[in-house]
């Protein structure tokens, strides 16, 4: 019973499914259908099957650890309890209409969390679009393309579903998944402070993203955050000045994003501003060891984006050291004094000895952290094989940053198979380098 | 002569042409080769043909406006002196080795501008990666896969050719093009000064995007900025800390970010601070009218990223004003109190009726912005035809900021043939708005 519920399901049933499309109770089937246990469609007022399925009248007539409720919110309290009684452990509540628009919905919202309470049954919602587990085949949601996401390591944990599927669509339209997407709307009776030690625990998770918009629980979330030592990213999105539209979303109370910072400090928890960033530096963090430390090596095949990560780079206060004088002496031979060898190396194109300079820097004893830019060229690609080694041999992140034609997608993901993640800016590599060294900051 | 044989010219004279894949010479005959005048491999150590193009020994046995200096930098001002005897207007030269390393470059640079002023003729470099062209199926450069740069309206401007070509391929990447793309490199004697006037009177250029480091002639570039018709966003690298790196990279002065900025408040020019922003505002300015004023309509289907982008209007100034009594009876009249229905107006989900929300907020007097978040739905997709037939009616510019799996980008792509231009990432299209105020605030 409880949490666990929504992460391996023994049956689901959807309440309200539907056989018309369009409708909420349709859309929920579409995307749960094919789930290896078993599906019951329940609505008292439809015969017939759906996607296979039959019809059945009531919850009471299956056998299911969670309920996907697709009813309008005057019948959810009814509902939730027709679920209790039937031993159902998890459910989720994709209508809107609790508290997040007034007093009738805040009762309605209080009735269910007793309804909860009773029955030991765990609440994702009310006022969420739901959630997904793609490795599971597990899409708890009414978002018709929520199925094309897939399996990646970093788990999505946000107070907006819609910032949830945003950011899941954003991964995959590069080529990543998630471990799991959770749209915790209201947070009825199961939020972050529920959450997080349960990503926490999760194999398949190497990073878990935070988006909040402010919580009623705030000491209780702190708490979790503190103690989980899978690495988090975090991300307050909701102003003071937005307090009426932040209320009316998800009937958070308004809190400073300085409030989580301050309270997090020195604790493992990387604050970022923007959807893009949350994914990237999840991703990075996720996919490469912790640094020992925050230096930083440079290796740039053009100086001009070199620049630009440079810039970042010292506003973050990353450390840009000088090699070892082994490490400039076999830079220096590599390059015969092209360019600038010094931390930035700069190669000044993309040559064939390109990936032995990034092996010469990465190395270096004095590296902790290695980020590269390198625009591609079809006639000597991306050193795949050098970063490879490399990532085997050595324990350090390497962050690659790319630009290209879309001839490099499958070298491209060639290095993320290698355990090199790959940003397409700039400006996104230096941010990844970044959350490295908060995260690093913190860990000193 | 000068800087319009850059823009179209009548014979063009590749010189250090070479048959050997991966050389210089071959990359940049390779790009070139299809352009539809006249193409002369000149290489007195080649006999035969490259791409069906006999090879000459000298720029003297040729009629060209054009030259591609394809040959080391210790050549170069003995090549350049001949392209100068033989007529030719414009030069690009690719080859490091000027100003940018120590005493010696600096005096080859000195030369070839010597040489450039005697023959009154155009310099692209010494330091660079080139340009294109791409409506003229002009590629002058030695990048192997700049072939794939479409034709768009956003004309780059850079003085780094890798930011140059950095950024056309981001663009590339989502389906845009530019009108031209220059990497200045050292500038010898051509630089934004130069070219930012002739992007200026370019008929194909609804923006010009600069990306600086540093400019010796900063007097005259400000002067050009400030003239020009054409909106300009800008992008000033290389920060103070980095100066040797920077000045290895173009002998650029060291320049602080802030004297650009100072110098050109008021005169509309859009400052950003990344790659990404410097596309999307170039983007959004060139595909949408000029806003009357600062006050912006915020719909979104999906109330979590509409606080994303609410938040950064905050930040930006922008105003989100009450919408007038009529326009909220309309509102209210299509949501039936669904949720937040103020500005911003939250459907809280993609609705048949969402095209007809965006159009009452639309054509509200009080709105001189719209910006629109959806999360795609297959089943209800984007409100393209309501759009369509906005962009046509009203005279404001309207921001799309989409998410979705890839099934929704022929939708997308729809819209921006209607004028519409979408951005990928809710920070992102709040950006593009941001940069509309910051142009606004300048013509007010």
Redesign the interface.
């Known amino acids: 019973m409880g949490v666990t519920d929504l992460f391996d399901p023994d049956g689901i049933a959807v309440i309200g499914a539907s056989k018309t499309?369009?409708k909420l109770g349709n859309?929920a089937m579409t995307n749960i259908h094919s789930y290896e246990g078993d599906v019951y469609p329940v609505n008292p007022s439809s015969s017939g099957e759906v996607y296979g399925y039959e019809f059945v009248e009531s919850v009471h007539e299956v056998d299911a650890d969670l309920a996907l409720c697709c009813v309008p919110s005057p019948i959810v309290p009814e509902v939730l309890e027709d679920c209790g009684e039937a031993g159902i452990g998890a459910a989720v509540i994709f209508a809107?209409g609790f508290a997040e628009v007034d007093e009738e919905g805040q009762e309605r919202q209080d009735e269910i969390v007793r309804i909860g309470d009773e029955y030991d049954m765990t609440i994702l919602g009310p006022n969420t679009a739901g959630y997904c587990i793609p490795h599971l085949d597990l899409y708890g949601s009414f978002?018709?393309?929520i199925r094309?996401v897939e399996t990646g390591n970093v788990a999505l944990l946000?107070?907006?579903?819609?910032?949830?599927?945003?950011s899941a669509?954003?991964l995959?339209?590069e080529e990543y998944g998630v471990s799991a997407m959770f749209g915790l709307g209201n947070r009825a009776n199961t939020g972050f402070a529920e959450l997080v030690p349960v990503l926490d625990d999760d194999p398949l998770t190497d990073a878990i993203a935070l988006?909040i918009?402010g919580t009623e629980d705030i000491d209780k979330v702190l708490k979790v955050c503190r103690e989980a030592e899978t690495p988090i990213v975090a991300y307050k999105?909701?102003?003071e000045?937005?307090s009426?539209?932040?209320e009316?979303?998800?009937s958070a109370p308004i809190q400073a994003r300085e409030t989580y910072e301050d309270a997090l400090a020195g604790e493992g928890v990387v604050f970022v501003s923007?959807?893009?960033e949350l994914i990237d530096a999840s991703r990075a963090i996720a996919d490469t060891p912790i640094p020992a430390g925050q230096n930083v090596g440079l290796v740039t095949a053009?100086?001009?984006?070199?620049?630009?990560i440079?810039?970042e780079l010292?506003e973050c206060g990353a450390v840009l050291p000088e090699l070892d004088e082994e490490t400039q002496e076999r830079v220096d031979d590599l390059l015969q004094g092209?360019?600038?060898t010094e931390n930035?190396v700069?190669t000044?194109r993309p040559l064939p000895e390109f990936g032995q300079v990034i092996d010469a820097v990465a190395r270096d004893d004095n590296v902790d952290i290695v980020i590269v830019y390198e625009?591609?060229?079809?006639?000597?690609g991306y050193p795949v094989d050098e970063l490879e080694t490399l990532a085997e041999e050595i324990d350090k992140p390497i962050i690659f940053t790319v630009?290209?034609?879309?001839?490099f997608e499958e070298e491209r993901l060639q290095m993320e198979e290698a355990g090199i993640p790959t940003f397409?800016?700039?400006?996104?590599g230096a941010s990844a380098v970044a959350a490295l060294i908060e995260l690093v900051a913190d860990n000193v």
Chains 1, 2 share one sequence.
């Open positions: 499309p369009g859309d809107g978002v018709p393309e094309d946000t107070q907006s579903a819609g910032v949830g599927i945003t669509f954003q995959d339209r988006h918009e999105a909701g102003s000045e937005l009426d539209f932040v009316s979303h998800t923007s959807v893009t053009q100086a001009g984006p070199g620049i630009i440079a810039d010292n092209i360019t600038y930035p700069d000044g625009i591609y060229e079809d006639s000597l630009a290209g034609p879309e001839s397409q800016a700039p400006e996104r």
